[in-house]
Protein backbone atom coordinates (compact mmCIF):
# COMPACT_ATOMS: atom_id res chain seq x y z
CA UNK A 1 0.00 0.00 0.00
CA UNK A 2 1.38 3.19 -1.07
CA UNK A 3 2.41 5.77 1.93
CA UNK A 4 1.77 9.65 2.07
CA UNK A 5 5.25 11.59 1.70
CA UNK A 6 5.77 13.36 4.97
CA UNK A 7 7.49 16.18 2.99
CA UNK A 8 5.02 19.14 3.41
CA UNK A 9 5.84 20.60 0.29
CA UNK A 10 5.35 17.15 -1.73
CA UNK A 11 2.15 15.27 0.07
CA UNK A 12 2.09 12.93 -2.40
CA UNK A 13 1.46 9.29 -1.86
CA UNK A 14 4.90 6.89 -2.35
CA UNK A 15 6.13 3.29 -2.47
CA UNK A 16 9.39 4.63 -1.30
CA UNK A 17 10.71 3.06 2.37
CA UNK A 18 13.24 5.78 3.06
CA UNK A 19 12.19 6.90 6.49
CA UNK A 20 13.50 9.44 8.78
CA UNK A 21 15.78 7.93 11.13
CA UNK A 22 15.17 10.26 13.87
CA UNK A 23 11.62 9.74 13.92
CA UNK A 24 12.10 5.51 14.22
CA UNK A 25 14.03 6.05 17.28
CA UNK A 26 11.00 7.37 18.31
CA UNK A 27 8.67 4.79 17.43
CA UNK A 28 6.94 7.21 14.18
CA UNK A 29 7.29 6.11 11.30
CA UNK A 30 8.20 9.11 8.54
CA UNK A 31 8.58 8.16 4.88
CA UNK A 32 9.74 10.28 1.87
CA UNK A 33 9.66 9.78 -1.83
CA UNK A 34 13.67 10.33 -2.10
CA UNK A 35 16.74 12.71 -1.16
CA UNK A 36 15.70 15.45 -1.98
CA UNK A 37 12.37 15.48 -0.30
CA UNK A 38 14.09 15.13 2.97
CA UNK A 39 16.49 17.47 2.57
CA UNK A 40 14.33 19.73 0.93
CA UNK A 41 11.66 19.52 4.60
CA UNK A 42 14.40 19.18 7.19
CA UNK A 43 14.04 22.72 8.48
CA UNK A 44 10.50 21.77 8.85
CA UNK A 45 10.25 18.17 9.96
CA UNK A 46 12.53 18.41 12.48
CA UNK A 47 10.44 20.55 14.59
CA UNK A 48 8.63 17.17 15.31
CA UNK A 49 11.49 15.56 16.65
CA UNK A 50 12.22 15.35 20.66
CA UNK A 51 14.64 17.23 22.42
CA UNK A 52 18.16 16.49 22.91
CA UNK A 53 18.12 14.40 25.45
CA UNK A 54 14.99 12.37 23.61
CA UNK A 55 12.63 12.89 25.57
CA UNK A 56 9.14 14.46 25.46
CA UNK A 57 9.67 17.50 27.46
CA UNK A 58 8.76 20.91 25.56
CA UNK A 59 12.02 22.70 24.40
CA UNK A 60 12.76 26.05 22.65
CA UNK A 61 14.27 25.40 19.24
CA UNK A 62 15.95 29.06 19.12
CA UNK A 63 17.90 29.19 22.59
CA UNK A 64 20.11 32.27 21.21
CA UNK A 65 17.36 34.04 19.24
CA UNK A 66 16.51 37.75 20.96
CA UNK A 67 12.99 37.40 22.14
CA UNK A 68 10.87 40.49 22.93
CA UNK A 69 9.29 39.25 25.42
CA UNK A 70 8.28 36.42 27.46
CA UNK A 71 6.47 33.69 25.65
CA UNK A 72 8.88 31.01 23.98
CA UNK A 73 8.03 28.74 21.79
CA UNK A 74 7.57 24.96 22.82
CA UNK A 75 8.51 22.06 20.40
CA UNK A 76 8.49 19.55 19.57
CA UNK A 77 5.70 20.16 17.34
CA UNK A 78 3.29 17.35 16.49
CA UNK A 79 3.27 15.50 13.31
CA UNK A 80 1.01 17.52 10.36
CA UNK A 81 -2.78 15.97 10.95
CA UNK A 82 -4.45 13.94 8.42
CA UNK A 83 -6.88 14.99 5.99
CA UNK A 84 -9.83 12.18 4.71
CA UNK A 85 -9.78 11.80 0.82
CA UNK A 86 -13.10 12.55 0.35
CA UNK A 87 -12.63 16.38 1.94
CA UNK A 88 -11.83 18.72 -1.58
CA UNK A 89 -8.58 19.86 -1.42
CA UNK A 90 -6.71 23.84 -2.52
CA UNK A 91 -4.27 23.78 -4.93
CA UNK A 92 -1.80 24.15 -2.27
CA UNK A 93 -2.20 21.21 -0.20
CA UNK A 94 -0.14 19.04 -1.12
CA UNK A 95 3.06 21.32 -2.55
CA UNK A 96 2.49 24.25 -0.45
CA UNK A 97 2.61 26.78 -3.37
CA UNK A 98 -0.81 28.43 -4.14
CA UNK A 99 -0.43 28.54 -7.84
CA UNK A 100 -3.64 30.13 -8.24
CA UNK A 101 -3.01 33.04 -5.83
CA UNK A 102 0.33 33.74 -7.73
CA UNK A 103 -1.19 34.32 -11.10
CA UNK A 104 -3.74 35.97 -10.00
CA UNK A 105 -1.30 38.18 -8.18
CA UNK A 106 -0.56 39.30 -11.40
CA UNK A 107 -3.58 40.84 -12.79
CA UNK A 108 -4.21 43.40 -9.82
CA UNK A 109 -8.14 43.23 -10.53
CA UNK A 110 -10.23 42.85 -7.70
CA UNK A 111 -13.95 40.19 -8.07
CA UNK A 112 -17.34 40.86 -7.81
CA UNK A 113 -19.10 37.85 -6.91
CA UNK A 114 -22.47 36.83 -8.71
CA UNK A 115 -25.43 35.72 -6.26
CA UNK A 116 -24.51 31.86 -6.64
CA UNK A 117 -20.83 32.78 -5.42
CA UNK A 118 -22.51 34.98 -3.08
CA UNK A 119 -24.77 32.57 -1.69
CA UNK A 120 -21.56 29.70 -1.56
CA UNK A 121 -19.94 32.67 0.77
CA UNK A 122 -22.43 32.97 3.21
CA UNK A 123 -22.36 29.19 3.80
CA UNK A 124 -18.82 29.41 4.30
CA UNK A 125 -18.82 31.84 6.30
CA UNK A 126 -21.29 30.65 8.73
CA UNK A 127 -19.44 27.13 8.70
CA UNK A 128 -16.32 29.08 9.90
CA UNK A 129 -17.69 31.18 12.48
CA UNK A 130 -19.21 27.28 14.00
CA UNK A 131 -16.06 26.22 13.89
CA UNK A 132 -14.29 29.05 15.72
CA UNK A 133 -16.98 28.99 18.31
CA UNK A 134 -16.78 25.59 18.96
CA UNK A 135 -12.85 25.71 19.26
CA UNK A 136 -13.03 28.49 21.52
CA UNK A 137 -15.31 27.08 24.08
CA UNK A 138 -11.92 25.16 25.00
CA UNK A 139 -10.07 27.92 25.95
CA UNK A 140 -9.12 27.84 29.93
CA UNK A 141 -5.47 27.84 31.67
CA UNK A 142 -3.99 24.68 31.29
CA UNK A 143 -4.73 23.81 27.55
CA UNK A 144 -1.90 23.96 25.25
CA UNK A 145 -2.12 25.40 21.49
CA UNK A 146 -1.73 22.42 20.27
CA UNK A 147 -4.39 20.61 21.77
CA UNK A 148 -6.65 23.57 20.52
CA UNK A 149 -5.34 22.84 16.94
CA UNK A 150 -6.62 19.33 17.27
CA UNK A 151 -10.24 20.43 18.32
CA UNK A 152 -10.26 23.30 15.57
CA UNK A 153 -8.90 20.21 12.94
CA UNK A 154 -11.60 17.93 13.90
CA UNK A 155 -14.41 20.82 13.84
CA UNK A 156 -13.62 20.99 10.26
CA UNK A 157 -13.54 17.41 9.62
CA UNK A 158 -16.76 16.66 11.12
CA UNK A 159 -18.04 19.46 8.17
CA UNK A 160 -16.03 18.13 5.42
CA UNK A 161 -13.82 21.61 5.36
CA UNK A 162 -9.97 22.02 4.81
CA UNK A 163 -8.40 23.99 7.57
CA UNK A 164 -7.18 26.81 4.79
CA UNK A 165 -3.73 27.67 6.48
CA UNK A 166 -2.37 23.79 6.53
CA UNK A 167 0.52 23.82 4.25
CA UNK A 168 -0.21 27.54 2.76
CA UNK A 169 3.08 28.46 1.79
CA UNK A 170 4.47 25.14 4.09
CA UNK A 171 2.56 26.95 7.77
CA UNK A 172 2.66 22.86 9.36
CA UNK A 173 -0.78 23.69 11.12
CA UNK A 174 -4.41 23.59 10.71
CA UNK A 175 -4.86 27.61 12.43
CA UNK A 176 -2.92 30.21 13.92
CA UNK A 177 -2.78 30.56 17.67
CA UNK A 178 -1.48 33.87 18.65
CA UNK A 179 -0.64 35.40 22.65
CA UNK A 180 0.10 37.76 24.60
CA UNK A 181 2.78 39.48 22.95
CA UNK A 182 2.47 37.61 19.58
CA UNK A 183 0.73 39.90 16.99
CA UNK A 184 -0.70 37.00 14.48
CA UNK A 185 0.66 33.80 12.83
CA UNK A 186 1.67 32.02 16.42
CA UNK A 187 2.17 27.64 15.31
CA UNK A 188 0.35 25.34 17.77
CA UNK A 189 2.47 24.02 20.35
CA UNK A 190 3.03 22.81 23.56
CA UNK A 191 2.41 26.12 25.04
CA UNK A 192 -0.19 25.89 28.11
CA UNK A 193 -2.27 28.58 28.44
CA UNK A 194 -2.09 30.93 31.84
CA UNK A 195 -4.95 32.43 33.47
CA UNK A 196 -3.44 36.26 32.74
CA UNK A 197 -2.72 35.44 28.99
CA UNK A 198 -5.09 36.52 25.85
CA UNK A 199 -4.89 34.78 23.03
CA UNK A 200 -6.16 35.02 19.15
CA UNK A 201 -7.56 32.35 17.37
CA UNK A 202 -6.96 32.72 13.46
CA UNK A 203 -9.34 30.44 12.05
CA UNK A 204 -9.76 29.95 8.10
CA UNK A 205 -11.46 26.90 5.79
CA UNK A 206 -11.69 25.74 2.81
CA UNK A 207 -15.27 24.45 1.68
CA UNK A 208 -17.95 24.71 -1.57
CA UNK A 209 -14.59 25.83 -3.39
CA UNK A 210 -14.48 28.98 -1.61
CA UNK A 211 -12.66 29.83 1.89
CA UNK A 212 -13.82 31.91 4.99
CA UNK A 213 -11.21 33.99 7.16
CA UNK A 214 -12.17 35.01 10.69
CA UNK A 215 -10.20 35.59 14.08
CA UNK A 216 -11.09 36.68 17.74
CA UNK A 217 -8.81 37.43 20.85
CA UNK A 218 -9.88 36.39 23.83
CA UNK A 219 -9.32 36.71 27.77
CA UNK A 220 -7.65 33.48 29.46
CA UNK A 221 -9.22 33.32 32.98
CA UNK A 222 -10.38 36.11 35.74
CA UNK A 223 -6.95 37.42 35.60
CA UNK A 224 -6.92 38.75 32.23
CA UNK A 225 -10.11 40.46 32.53
CA UNK A 226 -9.08 42.19 35.70
CA UNK A 227 -6.06 43.67 33.69
CA UNK A 228 -6.84 47.34 32.79
CA UNK A 229 -4.26 47.77 29.96
CA UNK A 230 -5.53 44.29 28.66
CA UNK A 231 -8.99 45.06 28.96
CA UNK A 232 -8.27 48.59 27.02
CA UNK A 233 -6.21 47.11 24.05
CA UNK A 234 -8.49 43.90 23.34
CA UNK A 235 -11.80 45.88 23.44
CA UNK A 236 -10.32 48.88 21.72
CA UNK A 237 -9.24 46.37 18.79
CA UNK A 238 -13.12 44.87 19.27
CA UNK A 239 -13.82 48.59 18.44
CA UNK A 240 -11.72 49.36 15.82
CA UNK A 241 -12.83 46.77 13.78
CA UNK A 242 -16.49 47.63 14.33
CA UNK A 243 -16.17 51.31 13.48
CA UNK A 244 -14.47 50.20 10.06
CA UNK A 245 -17.11 47.87 9.26
CA UNK A 246 -19.91 50.13 10.39
CA UNK A 247 -18.29 52.73 7.51
CA UNK A 248 -17.95 50.16 4.81
CA UNK A 249 -20.32 50.40 1.58
CA UNK A 250 -20.34 51.08 -2.06
CA UNK A 251 -18.16 53.89 -3.38
CA UNK A 252 -15.76 53.89 0.12
CA UNK A 253 -11.75 54.28 -0.84
CA UNK A 254 -10.30 51.48 0.81
CA UNK A 255 -7.32 53.53 2.17
CA UNK A 256 -10.32 55.33 4.32
CA UNK A 257 -10.47 52.57 6.67
CA UNK A 258 -6.74 53.27 8.27
CA UNK A 259 -7.58 56.33 9.09
CA UNK A 260 -10.91 55.43 10.90
CA UNK A 261 -8.95 52.42 12.98
CA UNK A 262 -5.91 54.64 13.35
CA UNK A 263 -7.81 57.43 14.95
CA UNK A 264 -9.95 55.66 17.11
CA UNK A 265 -6.31 53.25 18.22
CA UNK A 266 -4.52 56.39 19.16
CA UNK A 267 -7.55 57.55 21.16
CA UNK A 268 -7.17 54.70 23.43
CA UNK A 269 -2.85 54.95 23.85
CA UNK A 270 -2.32 52.55 21.32
CA UNK A 271 -0.95 51.55 18.11
CA UNK A 272 -2.00 50.18 14.31
CA UNK A 273 0.03 47.32 13.09
CA UNK A 274 1.46 48.11 9.65
CA UNK A 275 3.01 45.14 8.16
CA UNK A 276 0.14 42.79 8.05
CA UNK A 277 -3.32 43.81 6.18
CA UNK A 278 -7.17 42.95 5.32
CA UNK A 279 -7.45 41.24 1.82
CA UNK A 280 -9.63 40.08 -0.75
CA UNK A 281 -11.19 36.40 -0.33
CA UNK A 282 -13.24 33.74 -2.38
CA UNK A 283 -12.03 30.96 -4.37
CA UNK A 284 -8.92 32.20 -3.12
CA UNK A 285 -7.14 32.92 0.27
CA UNK A 286 -5.45 35.84 -0.42
CA UNK A 287 -6.37 38.31 -3.16
CA UNK A 288 -6.76 41.64 -4.23
CA UNK A 289 -8.34 44.13 -3.02
CA UNK A 290 -5.42 44.78 0.43
CA UNK A 291 -6.76 46.55 2.91
CA UNK A 292 -4.08 48.26 5.56
CA UNK A 293 -5.23 49.48 8.49
CA UNK A 294 -3.05 52.32 9.85
CA UNK A 295 -3.85 55.95 8.52
CA UNK A 296 -2.26 57.93 5.28
CA UNK A 297 -1.89 54.65 3.63
CA UNK A 298 -1.92 53.78 -0.28
CA UNK A 299 -4.56 51.30 -0.71
CA UNK A 300 -5.99 50.69 -4.29
CA UNK A 301 -9.83 50.86 -4.91
CA UNK A 302 -12.82 51.45 -3.84
CA UNK A 303 -15.88 49.21 -2.59
CA UNK A 304 -18.45 47.97 -4.85
CA UNK A 305 -21.39 45.38 -4.34
CA UNK A 306 -20.30 41.95 -4.57
CA UNK A 307 -16.47 42.37 -3.55
CA UNK A 308 -15.85 40.41 -0.23
CA UNK A 309 -12.89 41.17 1.71
CA UNK A 310 -11.52 41.14 5.64
CA UNK A 311 -10.62 43.78 8.16
CA UNK A 312 -8.58 42.76 10.34
CA UNK A 313 -6.56 45.26 12.72
CA UNK A 314 -4.05 44.30 14.70
CA UNK A 315 -3.38 46.88 17.49
CA UNK A 316 -0.20 46.71 20.55
CA UNK A 317 -0.55 48.31 23.61
CA UNK A 318 3.46 49.57 22.60
CA UNK A 319 5.07 50.25 19.62
CA UNK A 320 3.70 49.64 15.80
CA UNK A 321 6.93 47.76 15.00
CA UNK A 322 7.41 44.01 14.93
CA UNK A 323 10.28 41.23 14.87
CA UNK A 324 9.75 37.77 13.48
CA UNK A 325 10.55 34.40 15.26
CA UNK A 326 13.05 31.74 13.12
CA UNK A 327 10.37 29.82 12.48
CA UNK A 328 9.34 32.58 9.64
CA UNK A 329 6.34 32.69 10.43
CA UNK A 330 5.65 34.14 13.74
CA UNK A 331 5.29 37.87 14.39
CA UNK A 332 6.05 39.40 17.73
CA UNK A 333 5.59 43.33 18.98
CA UNK A 334 9.51 44.39 18.75
CA UNK A 335 8.89 45.77 22.34
CA UNK A 336 7.17 42.76 24.05
CA UNK A 337 4.14 44.30 24.90
CA UNK A 338 0.69 42.70 24.29
CA UNK A 339 -1.32 42.80 21.01
CA UNK A 340 -4.86 41.72 20.08
CA UNK A 341 -6.58 41.21 16.86
CA UNK A 342 -10.43 40.91 15.33
CA UNK A 343 -11.26 39.82 12.14
CA UNK A 344 -14.41 39.86 10.09
CA UNK A 345 -14.95 38.53 6.49
CA UNK A 346 -17.51 41.32 4.61
CA UNK A 347 -19.73 41.55 1.72
CA UNK A 348 -20.51 45.06 0.12
CA UNK A 349 -24.38 45.01 -0.19
CA UNK A 350 -25.80 47.72 -2.58
CA UNK A 351 -26.10 49.99 -0.05
CA UNK A 352 -23.98 48.69 2.58
CA UNK A 353 -22.05 45.97 4.25
CA UNK A 354 -23.07 42.22 5.32
CA UNK A 355 -20.55 40.66 7.99
CA UNK A 356 -20.38 36.96 6.48
CA UNK A 357 -18.58 35.88 9.79
CA UNK A 358 -20.58 37.83 12.41
CA UNK A 359 -20.99 36.24 16.06
CA UNK A 360 -24.48 34.93 17.09
CA UNK A 361 -25.96 35.00 20.16
CA UNK A 362 -24.24 31.51 21.78
CA UNK A 363 -20.61 32.88 20.72
CA UNK A 364 -18.15 32.38 23.51
CA UNK A 365 -16.33 35.47 24.37
CA UNK A 366 -17.46 38.82 23.50
CA UNK A 367 -16.95 42.57 24.72
CA UNK A 368 -16.78 43.23 28.60
CA UNK A 369 -16.72 46.60 30.41
CA UNK A 370 -13.62 48.41 30.43
CA UNK A 371 -11.68 48.85 33.84
Same mark, same amino acid.
Given at each position: ?????????? +???????????????? #?????????????????????????? $??????????????????? *??????? &???????????? /??????????????? *??????????????????????????? /??????????? %?????????????????????????? $??????? !????????? +???????????????????????????????????? /????????????????????????? &???? +???????????????????????? !????? #????????????????????? #????????? %???????? +? %?????????????? %??????? &???????????? #??? *?????????????????
Amino acid at each position: MAAVCSSLSC +GKETESSLKCPLCLKS #GVTSIFCDQTCFRSSWQTHKSIHKNE $NGNDEPYDPWPEFQYSGDL *RPNYPLT &AKRAIPKHIKLP /DYANNGKPISEIKND *RLGKIKILNAKEIEKMRKVGKVSREIL /DATAKHIEPGI %TTDELDEILHRECIKRNCYPSPLNYY $NYPKSFC !TSINEVICH +GIPDQTKLKDGDIINLDVSIYYLGFNADLNETYYVG /DKAKANPDLVRLVETTRECLDLAID &AVKP +GLPFRELGNIIESHASKNNCSVVR !TYCGH #GINELFHCQPNIPHYAKNKAI #GVAKPGMVF %TIEPMINL +G %TYRDISWPDNWTAA %TSDGKHS &AQFEEMLLVTED #GVE *RLTGRIESSPGGPIPRI
